[in-house]
């Protein structure tokens, strides 16, 4: 059984801060990648960031410079911490884990950035 959860999200004004955060738990031998995807209303879901259990990230550009990616291994814990939030940046974010035993995703958490 595997678990995913999801933590941090919710309504920020331009220019704030947030912190989601992302356990995973459960019948894992390994984990390769976790990270964040996003979808915007009206919008494909995207790739935010990722991060391997080595510690290569990978952001997309709109994001680069303002958000960052980090990973305790240890506790199979995956953090995103947002800074300098857009009104574009709002979206539900979804949590993302590769593992041996397969791929998953969390249910996600709301991100509203507005004023």
């Known amino acids: 059984q595997v678990q995913i959860v999801e933590s941090g999200g919710g309504l920020v004004q331009p220019g704030g801060s947030l912190r989601l955060s992302c356990a995973a738990s459960?019948?894992?031998?390994?984990?390769?990648?976790m990270g964040w995807y996003r979808q915007a209303p009206g919008k494909q879901r995207e790739l935010v960031a990722t991060i391997t259990s080595g510690g290569t990230t990978n952001y997309a550009d709109s994001v680069k410079g303002r958000f960052t990616i980090s990973r305790d291994n240890a506790k199979n814990t995956v953090y995103l911490q947002m800074n300098s939030l857009k009104p574009e940046d709002t979206a539900v974010y979804y949590c993302?884990?590769?593992?041996?035993?397969?791929?998953?995703w969390g249910q996600g958490t709301q991100v509203t950035v507005s004023s």
């Open positions: 459960g019948s894992f031998f390994s984990i390769y990648v």
């Open positions: 993302y884990v590769r593992g041996d035993r397969g791929d998953y």
